[in-house]
């Protein structure tokens, strides 16, 4: 019996992540192919491929890209982007999203510096990352500190920390391997 149960907990244990990480993938592709693949089926009807959406709506981000670098194209994305940032409520989540965009693909990333923070009155430390080195912008008497996101185990979540330098130790860690070890509780160290 015991050895019954040690092969259905060997099977749980191999087969879950596989079929975990099969529906991830088919939930992004669905996702990303029905962004324009939705718009197109009533018109291709029976000839529709999936997967066209998905093409089409790289292609479309791609030329959007390039047209953000020429003169009159790039002036009307950058008029637009001021009158984004000018409209009560939207500007808010407007500069939230790009922000967190420009973070993770932008020229400077946020999350490409590592660090152990120190908790006041314990050996215990954190993992995370720092996203911003000076504060005083933010606000003046956090000058002597910098901002560190925590993310939370297990989860997407996370919580943003305002330390004193000092208690700052940038580590040499790959930003994704710190990620793989905080989101797994510490169980996955490589």
């Given at each position: 019996?015991?050895?019954?149960?040690?092969?259905f907990?060997?099977?749980?244990?191999?087969?879950?992540?596989?079929?975990?990480?099969?529906?991830?993938?088919?939930k992004?592709?669905?996702?990303?192919?029905?962004?324009?693949?939705?718009?197109?089926?009533?018109?291709?009807?029976?000839?529709?491929?999936?997967?066209?959406?998905?093409?089409?709506?790289?292609?479309?981000?791609?030329?959007?890209?390039?047209?953000?670098?020429?003169?009159?194209?790039?002036?009307?994305?950058?008029?637009?982007?001021?009158?984004?940032?000018?409209?009560?409520?939207?500007?808010?989540?407007?500069?939230?999203?790009?922000?967190?965009?420009?973070?993770?693909?932008?020229?400077?990333?946020?999350?490409s510096?590592?660090?152990?923070?120190?908790?006041?009155?314990?050996?215990?430390?954190?993992?995370?990352?720092?996203?911003?080195?000076?504060?005083?912008?933010?606000?003046?008497?956090?000058?002597?500190?910098?901002?560190?996101?925590?993310?939370?185990?297990?989860?997407?979540?996370?919580?943003?920390?305002?330390?004193?330098?000092?208690?700052?130790?940038?580590?040499?860690?790959?930003?994704?391997?710190?990620?793989?070890?905080?989101?797994?509780?510490?169980?996955?160290?490589?």
């Amino acid at each position: 019996m015991k050895r019954l149960i040690k092969n259905f907990i060997n099977g749980i244990l191999t087969i879950v992540p596989i079929l975990l990480v099969i529906y991830v993938v088919y939930k992004i592709f669905m996702f990303l192919d029905g962004i324009l693949g939705n718009t197109l089926k009533p018109y291709l009807k029976e000839s529709y491929i999936p997967g066209i959406g998905l093409l089409l709506t790289l292609i479309l981000i791609t030329v959007l890209g390039w047209l953000s670098t020429k003169f009159i194209t790039g002036t009307l994305f950058k008029l637009i982007d001021r009158l984004l940032e000018k409209i009560p409520g939207v500007k808010t989540i407007y500069s939230v999203i790009k922000d967190t965009v420009h973070s993770f693909l932008g020229e400077k990333k946020s999350f490409s510096k590592v660090v152990l923070i120190s908790h006041p009155g314990s050996d215990m430390k954190s993992v995370g990352f720092l996203t911003s080195e000076d504060l005083q912008h933010f606000y003046e008497p956090l000058g002597h500190c910098v901002a560190v996101y925590i993310p939370q185990t297990f989860q997407v979540a996370g919580f943003t920390v305002l330390v004193p330098k000092e208690s700052v130790e940038i580590i040499d860690v790959k930003p994704e391997e710190a990620m793989k070890f905080i989101l797994s509780g510490g169980m996955t160290s490589k």
